[in-house]
């Protein structure tokens, strides 16, 4: 059974960092592109960005209102995903969620909270 | 970035009726590469057409998806009282990845 478990979210000030892990299992990571969504409280999805797998270049793509701010990363020989976010706003504040593929994915993990307030 | 407004923002109905929900795009979208999603409170959500008109896995088939170009439909042909959700389209044509404000399906 495919499944993606986010962690690492939480209560944050502005300006500073955070990094969000996706540990899978159920498939070959490896094999497989990864994506971060999220959505703020109340609102609806913002796709934040990808990478894809080795296979297809491990090449990486941001939203443009997390470009340099926030990375993303992936340790396919713990199947881990992450989502390194500096420099956060307040307008960063909502549920991030990890997952499989970068079209149309039929896998999601339950989410992570991430607060950015003072 | 391709922009994609969903109408109505809210839909009243009631079990067994039929729900069209649309998705219209500032441009054309390559490829039908257009899927809609389900979510529920407190969920995640849940992918239910892809390619503008394949079905997720298990999905039943009271869901279906149309449309081409720069329109598309999601229809539900008799509203079970599961499917009282909100919806969104999502096109994967190009980045940024872009989804649509959402559609409110609500028991009348």
């Known amino acids: 059974e495919v499944q993606l478990v986010e962690s690492g979210g939480g209560l944050v000030q502005p300006g500073r960092s955070l990094r969000l892990s996706c540990t899978a299992s159920g498939f070959t990571f490896g094999d497989h592109s990864m994506s971060w969504f999220r959505q703020a409280p109340g609102k609806g999805l913002e796709w934040v960005g990808f990478?894809?797998?080795?296979?297809?270049?491990?090449?990486?793509e941001y939203a443009a209102s997390v470009k340099g701010r926030f990375t993303i990363s992936r340790d396919d020989s713990k199947s881990i995903a992450y989502l390194q976010m500096n420099s956060l706003r307040t307008e960063d504040t909502g549920v991030y969620y990890c997952?499989?593929?970068?079209?149309?994915?039929?896998?999601w993990g339950q989410g992570t909270l991430v607060t950015v307030s003072s | 970035e391709i922009v994609l407004t969903q109408s109505p923002g809210t839909l009243s109905l009631s079990p067994g009726e039929r729900a069209t929900l649309s998705c219209r795009a500032s441009?054309?979208?390559?490829?039908?590469?257009l899927a809609w999603y389900q979510q529920k409170p407190g969920q995640a959500p849940r992918l239910l057409i892809y390619?503008?008109?394949s079905r997720a896995t298990a999905l039943p088939d009271r869901f279906s998806g149309s449309g081409s170009g720069t329109d598309f439909t999601l229809t539900i042909s008799r509203l079970e009282p599961e499917d009282f959700a909100v919806y969104y389209c999502?096109?994967?044509?190009?980045?940024?990845?872009?989804f649509g404000q959402g559609t409110r399906l609500e028991i009348k």
């Open positions: 390619g503008a008109s």
């Open positions: 441009q054309s979208v390559s490829s039908n590469s």
């Open positions: 990478i894809r797998n080795k296979a297809s270049g491990g090449t990486i």
């Open positions: 997952t499989r593929g970068y079209s149309s994915p039929s896998y």
């Open positions: 999502q096109q994967y044509a190009n980045s940024p990845r872009t």
